[in-house]
């Protein structure tokens, strides 16, 4: 493995007792300004017997070094195919003038300078809601800086010098006047025992030589040649593997299993556990204990939603669209006044569940000892890991060791820790480490699903074709209501998470009202990426398209008027509209659509602005997507490369969801269970992808999740130009070429 790669192998040590502190209250961490950075025995890397085998030297929580100048960059983002395990070192390897080339990196967890709060989420470890490159960019600078002073002033004191004499460059300290340099390997002795400056100066941006730069990740080396560890590949002394089986049905449990002793009696089974809401099988190889699983008889609670159905479901939906009574969100002006006086233009737009469908189901290695809990695994939310297990088990959470590994993929599914606690508890039964592997079917039926949601729009244009009034309902199964009932009650009863961007809409309308109804369901949900908003920006923009049409005005001019006060909007739509062609007549058979959308990080945390074109031309009665073109302004630009697989990866999953993804429900279960019944895109589908990246001198802000939204509403408009049909509910009834 390449030395640049991860030396994910660390996930099989037990942390040492500094890695561990966790407080249970009185957390330091306060957004992205709080540096709680330390030196000593609770740096990071100072792992129990490392130091003196390894011959590291730890600087800060970030940061240690070996003599020959071997640098370790600490991450305490997990890596889920976003990028972080390259852009986040970047921006510290560029302020601590670090030589990229002896750069490693190195999950970590278990520190205060770990943790964030954000996203509406109490101070905590975890990767959600695109936060990573603005909550990290200002602490990892100074971790650098940190360090390239220490090693300043190290150098300077070795070579005899005054420090203003001297300066660093790629992991050396140089003396200007004469050229003599030491390398941070030869000064890291001295460097790690000097205080650290709180407050050091951080580098302009004509200083910066890797922030900008297109570097290639780090972490695909290890990942093509399968040195990589993920989730699925951890192996620990004495470890046995578990299958488990889940009810057919929603909120289903296990009564009894009527051949358990038959089951225990095959080949290589160890135990059957039956817990709350599954049956697990225990067995010296997975498919040992995936075959005895299948082969369980067991007798199944159906729970309290046996007859749930997705066509009542959305007669419920479509009911409360009609509703005398909802939740006001936002109100500006008069608009009942407006659209009362003047013929409205109407549209009802809806959207199902889906469910995040990693590439890697969901799994993770536990090991519950006397007083003391490893977890190995591909865990979105560490300390979420922590509070649960601790709960569960009453143990402290400095008593929860949780190993990072890298993720098959997450969307948001793997920060709850459902499978976690499967793992421990089958860990508990057997006094043993323990593997327990969902299998695909159970993955996609007993998931934490993104809600569903309808819309309802109407609008009255004025002489010009521009909107005077709108009103903007949407009604659905609300997250904040399921998980965050305080974020829920404390805005006065509607779900910022199911109208995202309308609350806050960007568009200059004198005269609007949004508001909401919440259809509860006994369906589990959570987050997904983008979560709200790809329905909320499908039924805005899809809207949005419709005026503009019944105008007979252009979409991109349309929107230059409802965006004519915001100069960071305009400057992507002009941007994204001139690469595109837009005003050049197609090409024949070739039919085009577009979409904007202002991606505010969840508690107002960033703002991403996206314009996205699409073009497609029939074949045969199916749309043959040729090519899409994403603007994006994401403020600085760390990493380029990065942006372009974000964003490009973020069209994939957005076209996956608007022709492909829907969850159903018959007889109180999912009606799908594999890629089969629930097929993602595939290569041949996926169009051209061209991405715009606006230069901004703003601080970078969220990317991971922003590409998703507008990219439906923009599909439609494409698709009516070449059908002459609407489409407003997804997945679009539209096959591809």
């Not at 130091?51 to 991450?75: C, E, H, K, M, Q």
């Not at 006397?370 to 300390?383: A, H, N, R």
Request: glycine share 8%; net charge neutral; aromatic share 8%.
């Amino acid at each position: 493995m390449s030395q640049r790669a991860s030396s994910v192998g660390m996930e099989c040590r037990p942390e040492v007792p500094a890695r561990r502190t966790f407080l249970k209250s009185g957390l330091a961490i306060a957004g992205s300004l709080v540096l709680p950075l330390t030196i000593g025995e609770r740096a990071f890397g100072a792992r129990a017997g490392e130091s003196a085998n390894a011959g590291f030297y730890p600087i800060n929580d970030w940061i240690r070094i070996d003599p020959t100048g071997r640098t370790v960059i600490g991450l305490s983002q997990v890596e889920v195919g976003q990028g972080v395990y390259t852009g986040l070192p970047q921006v510290l390897a560029d302020e601590m003038d670090a030589d990229w080339k002896q750069v490693s990196v190195e999950f970590v967890t278990g520190r205060d300078a770990y943790r964030i709060e954000a996203a509406n989420e109490p101070p905590q470890q975890f990767v959600g809601a695109s936060m990573s490159v603005t909550m990290f960019y200002t602490r990892l600078r100074v971790a650098g800086a940190q360090a390239r002073e220490a090693f300043l002033h190290a150098g300077a004191r070795r070579l005899g010098v005054r420090a203003t004499q001297c300066i660093t460059q790629q992991g050396r300290v140089v003396h200007v006047q004469t050229g003599r340099a030491l390398s941070y390997g030869e000064l890291v002795a001295d460097a790690a025992k000097l205080p650290l400056n709180p407050h050091p100066r951080l580098k302009t941006s004509s200083g910066q030589h890797l922030i900008g730069q297109s570097l290639h990740k780090l972490d695909v080396p290890a990942k093509v040649d399968g040195t990589a560890v993920f989730g699925i590949d951890v192996q620990v002394p004495d470890m046995l593997t578990g299958a488990i089986r889940m009810a057919p049905t929603l909120g289903g449990a296990p009564v009894a299993v009527r051949n358990q002793d038959a089951v225990r009696a095959m080949p290589g089974v160890v135990d059957v556990v039956v817990v709350k809401d599954a049956v697990i099988v225990i067995a010296q190889s997975y498919w040992q204990a995936k075959t005895a699983c299948d082969a369980a008889d067991i007798e199944w609670n159906p729970g309290t939603a046996p007859h749930l159905e997705s066509a009542t479901i959305l007669a419920q939906r479509k009911g409360a669209l009609q509703s005398a009574h909802a939740v006001t969100a936002t109100r500006i002006g008069t608009p009942e006044a407006a659209l009362a006086a003047d013929h409205a233009i109407e549209a009802d737009y809806h959207t199902p569940y889906i469910v995040h469908a990693t590439m890697e189901p969901v799994c993770a290695t536990v090991h519950v000892r006397d007083g003391e809990i490893e977890v190995w695994g591909p865990v979105q939310g560490q300390d979420k890991v922590r509070w649960a297990l601790g709960g569960i088990f009453k143990l402290p959470y400095d008593k929860i060791i949780v190993h990072t590994t890298f993720v098959g993929g997450s969307f948001g599914r793997k920060y709850v820790p459902d499978f976690v606690i499967h793992a421990a508890l089958a860990s508990r039964a057997v006094k043993r480490p323990v593997k327990v592997i969902r299998s695909r079917e159970d993955d996609i039926r007993h998931g934490f699903y993104r809600p569903c949601a309808s819309a309802r729009f109407r609008a009255a244009l004025g002489p010009d074709g521009m909107p005077v009034a709108l009103h903007a309902r949407v009604v659905g199964h609300s997250l904040y209501r399921s998980i965050k009932l305080e974020n829920f009650e404390k805005a006065g009863g509607w779900d910022e998470t199911m109208l995202d961007g309308l609350y806050d809409l960007g568009y200059a309308v004198p005269n609007l009202l949004v508001d909401a109804v919440d259809t509860p369901q006994p369906v589990p949900i959570s987050f997904m990426r983008s979560v709200g908003s790809t329905s909320s920006v499908f039924f805005l923009e899809s809207f949005i398209n419709e005026l503009a049409h019944a105008a007979s005005i252009d979409p991109v001019h349309y929107r230059r008027t409802l965006l004519r006060n915001d100069p960071l909007a305009l400057r992507v739509l002009d941007q994204t509209a001139a690469h595109a062609q837009w005003f050049k007549p197609a090409r024949p058979g070739l039919h085009r659509g577009m979409a904007y959308s202002l991606y505010t990080g969840r508690g107002g945390a960033f703002t991403t602005y996206v314009v996205t074109i699409v073009e497609l031309r029939m074949v045969a009665g199916r749309a043959k997507l040729e090519r899409i073109v994403c603007g994006i302004d994401c403020g600085r630009a760390i990493n380029p490369l990065l942006i372009r697989e974000m964003v490009e990866g973020g069209i994939g999953f957005a076209l996956t969801n608007t022709f492909k993804s829907e969850i159903t429900f018959a007889d109180g279960a999912v009606v799908q269970s594999n890629f089969t019944s629930y097929p993602l895109l595939s290569l041949r589908e996926m169009p051209r992808v061209e991405v715009v990246i606006i230069d901004s001198d703003r601080d970078p802000q969220g990317c991971g999740e922003v590409a998703l939204p507008p990219v439906a509403p923009a599909v439609a408009e494409a698709l009516f130009h070449a059908t002459g049909q609407r489409h407003r509910s997804m997945p679009f009834a539209q096959p591809l070429a």
